[in-house]
């Protein structure tokens, strides 16, 4: 079974929807990461979260919020989705206290398509 | 930004060659880390090298770090039509961005059979 997975893997919604995006986790990891990746710019951190209780804005934050429901769990959501949105978003996490490695694993990724 | 760029954008060659893929970046380290993303798919850990290290060697791959030019360079040797992905380098920050890594935009890999 993968590690970190992600649901839906592919979604077609229409502007002004809300959606939500999750991400589930085994490897027992504290940090979690959701980014976006657009064709020719690389990915782009949207929110983080170190711990349960712990949330932070990435550098495109605007227009998504997240929750995050356990420690193994990690909501992206979209409240009022908008076609520039339109983009591949991962979900990553990385295990905290490692010697300043950082080393992330990322799920499959979910396709999401704003008309 | 803090964002790495990796140069070239694209890169194509034929299986057996030596492909040279380079990174750049402008702040300061805690570490650089590569990434591998086949097509669509989610990025794949490579290898880590960090601030304090200048050469590192996994396989067939070989990373090294210049941290005076504020560059990094990974080297597949030998290379297989396998081997064909985008590759990100990946800045991992220090002091207030600890645990946060800045992707660049990646180079594309072709390797033909």
């Known amino acids: 079974d993968a590690d970190v997975t992600q649901t839906p893997r592919n979604r077609i919604t229409k502007t002004g929807k809300r959606i939500m995006l999750e991400c589930s986790q085994t490897k027992g990891h504290d940090r979690m990461y959701w980014y976006r990746q657009d064709p020719g710019l690389g990915l782009r951190l949207i929110y983080y979260s170190f711990d349960v209780k712990d949330i932070n804005k990435g550098e495109i934050s605007d227009g998504y919020s997240v929750s995050r429901q356990a420690q193994a769990k990690f909501s992206l959501s979209l409240e009022s989705a908008i076609p520039n949105q339109t983009a591949l978003y991962f979900c990553?996490?990385?295990?905290?206290?490692?010697?300043?490695?950082?080393?992330?694993?990322f799920g499959p990724g979910t396709r999401l398509t704003v008309l | 930004s803090q964002q790495g760029e990796e140069d070239p954008q694209a890169l194509s060659i034929q299986e057996g060659e030596n492909a040279t893929m380079n990174c750049s970046y402008k702040?300061?380290?805690?570490?650089l880390q590569w990434y591998r993303q086949n097509s669509g798919r989610g990025l794949v850990h490579l290898i880590l090298?960090?601030?304090?290290?200048r050469e590192k060697h996994s396989g067939r791959l070989r990373v090294t770090l210049d941290t005076s030019k504020k560059s990094s360079s990974l080297l597949i040797t030998a290379s297989r039509a396998a081997d064909t992905a985008s590759y990100f380098c990946a800045k991992g920050g220090r002091g207030s961005t600890l645990g946060r890594l800045y992707f660049g935009r990646g180079t594309q890999l072709t390797v033909w059979p």
């Open positions: 702040t300061s380290i805690n570490n």
């Open positions: 090298i960090r601030s304090n290290e």
């Open positions: 990553a996490t990385s295990e905290a206290g490692t010697g300043g490695t950082d080393t992330q694993y």
